[in-house]
């Protein structure tokens, strides 16, 4: 993993749990000794571990920063960016030491997790559970945040997580994946994670903080407001919609709202039939296969296509608002599309628009987050793009953003982009008898395409 982020998840960490620490003292030590715990279960005392494992010893000095005296300075994300960078070698050797020689020397003889044997507030519970079902996985993605955990590590999670959480996972196929056990934290974790999109993850907080308040007013007798989680997302192709609305059914479901919490995509294609009757049926076909979830609609204005004509596109829409009414409860739907096509879309329709009252909008991705992505896809390709070739792409992706129209396709353009750079490296090194590690990994600026 990457020594920065390592740094800006332990700020995070810390960010977690100082209010927990203030309002519980006692449990300081509790939390100390469960990370300790947690460390050695992924063997993270072993001196032949790489050095970027040993790096999140710094998660729990994160917790007390008195622990490392004068060293603090080192552990924010800011000072160490600022740092020149032979200061970065002795630096990150030093926190590296300190790491490993707290791990090694303090708490270590712990046999089992104490926080679900130790009384806690529900609420502080569930996020000190959280950050340690966090800090496992990070132990186990050393590489990136994003790669898949190894199998050896997959049963050591299983048990941490019932550790944690005091109960047994279930072990069908899907509840093998962890994803299926995602507490709220983890999942505004991967939301914090996505490039850009500030307002998105914004508007996503202010939905929760409403559906948290909406639910303690129901707990206590008060009167409520109505909540009303059928979406329209406002935005181009390649902005994140579906990501975004697939980690949105994951929050609904860790906050009880949904049983589920999974995610059908669909468009025109998947709910228009040719003939009478049909249409009905593929629509009630797809809204069960999404019950207990979302159903996400893409170009849903395409179901009402502009100027009118003698479709199906209105009786799949009909049936829609149909199912929504009998199933409002078990059924959230978000439907996306271009802005002008969208409001042209509910507008012709006053049962549509009436069960769509929140509306989010993703922009076209700026130059500067086009490249992130493309670095992120490379790292997540094992590979690295020197700094000539970051340049020509910032330069590219100026230039394309600045002539953007509505076919800019943001997130695909970069795919492509990104596919095309493997491409041209592979004829570059066609005339290679023999490969090094970095001619295999390294896009160079000449791997870079002049336009698209």
């Given at each position: 993993?990457?020594?920065?982020?390592?740094?800006?998840?332990?700020?995070?960490?810390?960010?977690?749990?100082?209010?927990?620490?203030?309002?519980?003292?006692?449990?300081?030590?509790?939390?100390?000794?469960?990370?300790?715990?947690?460390?050695?279960?992924?063997?993270?005392?072993?001196?032949?571990?790489?050095?970027?494992?040993?790096?999140?010893?710094?998660?729990?000095?994160?917790?007390?920063?008195?622990?490392?005296?004068?060293?603090?300075?080192?552990?924010?994300?800011?000072?160490?960016?600022?740092?020149?960078?032979?200061?970065?070698?002795?630096?990150?050797?030093?926190?590296?030491?300190?790491?490993?020689?707290?791990?090694?020397?303090?708490?270590?003889?712990?046999?089992?997790?104490?926080?679900?044997?130790?009384?806690?507030?529900?609420?502080?519970?569930?996020?000190?559970?959280?950050?340690?079902?966090?800090?496992?996985?990070?132990?186990?993605?050393?590489?990136?945040?994003?790669?898949?955990?190894?199998?050896?590590?997959?049963?050591?999670?299983?048990?941490?997580?019932?550790?944690?959480?005091?109960?047994?996972?279930?072990?069908?196929?899907?509840?093998?994946?962890?994803?299926?056990?995602?507490?709220?934290?983890?999942?505004?974790?991967?939301?914090?994670?996505?490039?850009?999109?500030?307002?998105?993850?914004?508007?996503?907080?202010?939905?929760?903080?409403?559906?948290?308040?909406?639910?303690?007013?129901?707990?206590?007798?008060?009167?409520?407001?109505?909540?009303?989680l059928h979406t329209v997302f406002y935005g181009p192709p390649g902005t994140g919609k579906t990501t975004v609305a697939r980690l949105m059914g994951k929050i609904f479901k860790a906050m009880g709202l949904l049983q589920k919490g999974g995610l059908i995509e669909t468009d025109r294609s998947g709910m228009v039939a040719g003939y009478v009757g049909q249409t009905a049926e593929k629509v009630d076909k797809i809204v069960t296969e999404a019950m207990d979830g979302i159903l996400f609609v893409d170009e849903a204005y395409t179901l009402k296509p502009e100027g009118g004509g003698s479709d199906y596109g209105q009786e799949a829409i009909d049936t829609l608002l149909k199912r929504m009414e009998d199933n409002r409860e078990r059924l959230i739907v978000i439907v996306a599309g271009y802005k002008d096509e969208m409001d042209r879309f509910l507008e012709s329709n006053p049962g549509m628009k009436s069960r769509f009252n929140r509306y989010f909008y993703f922009d076209d991705y700026k130059p500067e987050e086009l490249l992130q992505i493309y670095c992120k896809m490379s790292k997540d390709g094992h590979f690295e793009v020197e700094e000539a070739g970051k340049e020509k792409l910032l330069k590219l992706f100026n230039e394309l953003y600045n002539n953007r129209n509505k076919t800019f396709g943001n997130g695909r353009l970069v795919r492509n982009i990104f596919e095309k750079s493997i491409e041209r490296q592979a004829n570059r090194l066609a005339n290679l008898e023999k490969f090094t590690n970095d001619d295999l990994t390294i896009l160079k600026s000449d791997d870079i395409p002049e336009k698209i």
């Open positions: 993993m990457d020594f920065i982020k390592i740094l800006e998840e332990a700020e995070r960490f810390q960010s977690v749990i100082e209010p927990i620490m203030k309002s519980n003292a006692e449990i300081r030590n509790v939390f100390i000794n469960d990370l300790h715990y947690i460390a050695k279960k992924f063997s993270l005392y072993n001196d032949n571990l790489a050095k970027e494992n040993l790096i999140t010893g710094i998660y729990v000095y994160s917790t007390n920063p008195e622990m490392i005296k004068n060293e603090n300075r080192l552990t924010k994300p800011e000072n160490w960016k600022k740092l020149p960078e032979e200061n970065q070698v002795k630096a990150r050797e030093i926190l590296t030491q300190l790491g490993r020689g707290f791990l090694q020397e303090e708490y270590s003889n712990q046999d089992s997790i104490y926080l679900s044997k130790h009384f806690l507030d529900a609420e502080f519970f569930n996020k000190l559970a959280a950050t340690y079902y966090r800090f496992a996985l990070i132990l186990t993605r050393a590489d990136g945040l994003e790669t898949s955990i190894m199998k050896s590590d997959t049963e050591k999670l299983k048990q941490i997580y019932e550790e944690i959480y005091g109960k047994k996972i279930i072990t069908d196929a899907k509840s093998n994946n962890e994803e299926e056990n995602e507490t709220l934290e983890m999942v505004l974790f991967k939301l914090n994670e996505l490039i850009g999109m500030e307002n998105v993850k914004n508007d996503v907080k202010t939905l929760i903080n409403f559906i948290r308040v909406q639910k303690e007013r129901m707990d206590r007798g008060l009167m409520k407001s109505t909540i009303s």
